[in-house]
């Protein structure tokens, strides 16, 4: 079956990691939508009442379901100044739900550290949450240039930094992401940077990839979110201009012998990039 067919039937949903918190995940929006089996490529997919399951094989893939869901958010380790800046985003900020969710910022930070990362890199802060995490999961002498265009954001993102006592560590950069990027190359700092995380506008994420394919070095991690979009670059219907944009991306990076690859069901779908 096309990949459409699959996907489509998903929406994206408000999972709650608290009573005053919310998230968004993918769930299946009619388990009445799927017959008993459908053929994907090698695999098959088995409806239940429950969840959809696909098999590769001998291997059952389940999708996120929301108690699956709820269930991994109640195994995230948190930090609390994390959570008090997710929970005061909700209450005071638009656009929450583009902030990535715990499991993601958890991710990343494990990233970070597995990778023993020291210069790091973000495109598009928002609320601070995931360069928080970031910084967070950076050594003393860490540091890491993050790039946000929203003067609000800026403000609160740096109240946190602070409360969390890691402001030292962040250079937050006020104005357009390239051209942050660009004067970061301008002053020399290519191949100087261990790990570059993306989330921002995503149009311009094939430009922001090819500037952080030259300030990240080789072995460096880059990270981008948003990659599968709440399912739709699987729907042919969806061609608007930001679903066009991230399936052209997905195609390309696939396509690109620069980096070895991971994509990432997490949150709205994470590829991990290694620079070769």
């Not at 994390?82 to 958890?106: F, N, Y």
């Not at 191949?191 to 570059?196: H, L, M, Q, S």
């Not at 311009?204 to 952080?212: A, G, Q, R, S, V």
């Not at 070095?217 to 944009?245: E, F, P, Q, Y």
């Amino acid at each position: 079956m096309a990949a459409t067919s699959l996907f489509s039937n998903f929406v994206a949903s408000p999972r709650s990691l608290s009573q005053n918190s919310s998230l968004r995940c993918l769930v299946p929006a009619s388990s009445a939508a799927f017959p008993t089996t459908r053929k994907y490529g090698a695999a098959v997919v088995r409806a239940t009442q429950s969840d959809t399951v696909v098999e590769y094989g001998r291997k059952e893939l389940i999708s996120l379901t929301r108690p699956l869901h709820d269930y991994i958010l109640q195994n995230i380790r948190e930090p609390e100044v994390l959570r008090e800046l997710r929970e005061e985003t909700m209450a005071t900020m638009k656009g929450e739900e583009t902030s990535v969710s715990p499991d993601q910022a958890q991710l990343l930070s494990m990233l970070v550290q597995i990778h023993g990362a020291k210069n790091c890199i973000e495109v598009g802060v928002f609320n601070g949450y995931s360069s928080l995490a970031i910084a967070l999961a950076l050594p003393e002498d860490g540091h890491l240039v993050a790039c946000e265009r929203d003067a609000q954001c800026v403000e609160f993102a740096k109240r946190y930094y602070k409360r969390a006592g890691v402001d030292h560590k962040v250079d937050l950069r006020h104005g357009l992401a390239v051209d942050a990027l660009n004067s970061l190359l301008e002053r020399g700092d290519i191949d100087k940077y261990d790990f570059a995380f993306v989330d921002a506008d995503k149009v311009m994420y094939p430009t922001y990839y090819e500037i952080l394919l030259k300030l990240v070095r080789t072995g460096g991690l880059i990270v981008l979110d948003d990659v599968l979009w709440s399912g739709k670059v699987a729907d042919t219907s969806a061609n608007d201009a930001i679903t066009s944009s991230i399936r052209e991306l997905n195609k390309n990076i696939f396509q690109d012998k620069r980096v070895n690859i991971s994509m990432v069901p997490i949150g709205t779908g994470m590829t991990i990039c290694r620079k070769l």
